[in-house]
């Protein structure tokens, strides 16, 4: 076949240049290759730094199921969706089985709402800064991703929803509103308060309320899930964060809608997730044997973001070029803003090349190039980010 006879969807286009060399992973990949001992202080995939779900459970849970059968329900098994049920009911959120729909995760969560609400060109509103994930996530979808930013409040350093901006970014086009508490990397939430104010503008759009960091807070107003939304809310959580499982690929959609849009929304839903029946066997099996582990695995990762962050916010404290100090209240990240006059991505390639340190440069989830924001992981390996900021220290002196 020659060249002109095919061609690749357009949607890789909508996504942007995938083939731009990305300079700062190469330069860790030649420092790497050369011998040199990165301190990676961006790492989020907790079974690579200690956090890993105890594999001896693992394998005594997995035992004793029979694997061998398969139910295909849209939807997922009654019983694993009423292990979920029971979790919700333990936040003090009433939901029931009819209200769920599983997923392969938050990510393919995601893409059903897409398709359930939207058509090609059409709009989706996202937090900035926010998550790279969701503009490849819209992009595959034909979508196209706007942004409505966060706010930053001036006394505190912290970056808040307003029910207000967001509501002025919607156009005839936008099919579907983001909002993510705790959101990445920021941990802005959506409080009581936010909820109140939205509920007042009476805007119907429907709303994926994604919160897979929402047992990682720590200060501040909680996030909320509002009770009897007045719109259709979708919320979107999975294993990968709750129970340090993202290779048992396990999320899910609980709807919150005003009864009227309920069935039909229940039904189309259905639809989609018959079609590609996606969510495998073992693990819907497995989850309520699983569940019983959310307060250890959270546990321990927690101990290691509260510890991770004291030796963040003492390093922000003691260094004087270091001018943004946000409480960072919720979720994996902390913010490092630095007072220099030199684009982020410049100045994580000087600190990688001349300290061997790797941080992730604020751009890279929104914030202005111009700001010199780093993004450090609160779930790093302990020594390795007192090394590391240690390294840092010496660099920025
Ligand atoms: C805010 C947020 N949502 C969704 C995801 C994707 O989660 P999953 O692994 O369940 O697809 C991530 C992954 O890090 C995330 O940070």
Redesign the pocket.
């Known amino acids: 076949m020659t060249e002109s006879q095919f061609s690749f969807s357009s949607r890789f286009q909508l996504l942007g240049d995938l083939n731009s060399e990305n300079k700062i992973y190469q330069t860790k990949q030649n420092l790497e290759k050369t011998g040199n001992e990165i301190f990676d202080l961006t790492g ?1 995939n907790p079974t690579k730094l200690g956090l890993e779900f105890p594999p001896s459970a693992l394998s005594h849970i997995f035992s004793n199921l029979d694997l061998s059968q398969y139910e295909p329900q849209a939807e997922g098994l009654e019983s694993t969706r009423q292990a979920i049920v029971a979790d919700y009911k333990n936040r003090g959120i009433q939901t029931t089985t009819s209200n769920l729909i599983l997923t392969a ?3 393919e969560a995601y893409s059903y709402i897409f398709k359930l609400f939207t058509n090609p060109g059409d709009e989706v509103l996202t937090p900035n800064p926010g ?1 790279p ?1 969701f503009s490849f996530l819209i992009g595959l979808e034909n979508l196209k991703e706007v942004h409505y930013p966060l706010k930053e409040d001036p006394e505190t350093g912290n970056w808040v929803y307003s029910a207000e901006t967001i509501a002025n970014c919607i156009s005839t086009k936008t099919k579907l509103i983001v909002l ?1 508490s705790p959101a ?1 990397p920021t941990g802005s939430r959506t409080t009581a308060q936010f909820w109140k104010e939205w509920e007042t503008l009476g805007i119907k759009i429907p709303i994926l309320l ?1 919160e ?2 929402v047992g990682y807070e720590f200060s501040g107003e909680p996030h909320q899930i509002p009770e009897a939304p007045n719109f259709p809310l979708f919320v979107c959580n ?1 294993f ?1 964060k709750m129970l340090a499982l ?1 290779g048992f690929k396990l ?1 899910w959609i609980l709807l919150q809608s005003p009864e009227v849009y309920q069935s039909e929304i229940q039904k189309n839903l259905s639809f989609i997730a018959d079609t590609y029946l996606s969510v495998n066997a073992p693990i819907q099996l497995a989850t309520p044997e699983l569940f019983p582990w959310k307060t250890m695995i959270q546990n321990r990762i927690r101990t290691r973001i509260m510890r991770n962050l004291a030796q963040c916010i003492l390093f922000s404290e003691e260094n004087l070029k270091i001018i943004n100090k946000p409480a960072m209240e919720a979720g994996w990240y902390f913010l490092i803003e630095l007072n220099l006059e030199k684009k982020d991505e410049d100045i994580v390639l000087e600190i990688l090349t001349q300290t061997k340190v790797f941080v992730h440069p604020g751009s890279w989830y929104g914030f202005s190039h111009n700001r010199c924001i780093l993004v450090v992981s609160l779930i790093s390996d302990e020594e390795v980010l007192r090394n590391g900021l240690l390294a840092l220290q010496t660099f920025l002196k």
């Open positions: 989020s995760s938050t990510s998550y994930l993510v990445n994604d897979v960091f999975g990968s993202p999320g």
